[in-house]
T-cell receptor, first 115, second 115 residues
Framework: GDSVTQMEGPVTLSEEAFLTINCTYT??????LFWYVQYPGEGLQLLLK?????DKGSNKGFEATYRKETTSFHLEKGSVQVSDSAVYFC??????????????FGSGTRLQVQP | EPEVTQTPSHQVTQMGQEVILRCVPI?????FYWYRQILGQKVEFLVS????????KSEIFDDQFSVERPDGSNFTLKIRSTKLEDSAMYFC?????????????FGPGTRLLVL
């Protein structure tokens, strides 16, 4: 079945450091790819998405490029802030028989940014 | 900005009891989902719902689970006879249903503890 693999956390960075969180996937068919973020005490929020190869999703300074050849969707940010401390989930959408999509999630990566 | 809401935020119950988790999806959305996250594990798809019927369900969604949209706004997940292993965070999500561009929006979750 489909699966998503993320780097283990926690990732601890100093403010203004460069961030990369690796994500690779296995999927049948042609999935769409997502990054969700969960801030402490809150639900899952969509951070960015990409729906086809070579698309770049971006939001709030975060970017990720859909790389079909390496089946990857790594999350990057050039300069992290303390407010970026959260758990980040990579996910893909899977076609089902009905055509509706279920999300398959990675295990999540906790990011801690220190002042 | 419209958001998915869930009640209660926390629920403690005794093994064997029935629980109902409630969700109010975003008002113009047509597709509804339940996911769960057992502590320390991945977010897992349970069920999707469209046009007043289940579209798809995972292996986790066995006979003890049911979903319902009792009125025009609420979407509920019922667990008939809770087990210890049902302890998890349960997330509701909804989407408009826009094909490849589809994005699921999540609620803050209900943390269920079965004793």
């Amino acid at each position: 079945g489909d699966s998503v693999t993320q780097m283990e956390g926690p990732v601890t960075l100093s403010e203004e450091a460069f961030l990369t969180i690796n994500c690779t996937y296995t999927a049948t068919g042609y999935p769409s790819l997502f990054w969700y973020v969960q801030y402490p005490g809150e639900g899952l929020q969509l951070l960015l998405k990409a729906t086809k190869a070579d698309d770049k999703g971006s939001n709030k300074g975060f970017e990720a490029t859909y790389r079909k050849e390496t089946t990857s969707f790594h999350l990057e940010k050039g300069s992290v802030q303390v407010s970026d401390s959260a758990v980040y989930f990579c996910a893909l959408s899977t076609f089902m028989d009905t055509g509706r999509r279920a999300l398959t999630f990675g295990s999540g990566t906790r990011l801690q940014v220190q002042p | 900005e419209p958001e998915v809401t869930q009640t209660p935020s926390h629920q403690v119950t005794q093994m064997g009891q029935e629980v109902i988790l409630r969700c109010v999806p975003i008002s113009n959305h047509l597709y509804f989902y339940w996911y769960r996250q057992i502590l320390g594990q991945k977010v897992e798809f349970l069920v999707s719902f469209y046009n007043n019927e289940i579209s798809e369900k995972s292996e986790i969604f066995d006979d003890q689970f049911s979903v319902e949209r009792p009125d025009g706004s609420n979407f509920t997940l019922k667990i008939r006879s809770t087990k210890l292993e049902d302890s998890a965070m349960y997330f509701c999500a909804s989407s408009v249903g826009e094909g490849r561009q589809e994005t699921q929006y999540f609620g803050p979750g209900t943390r269920l503890l079965v004793l």
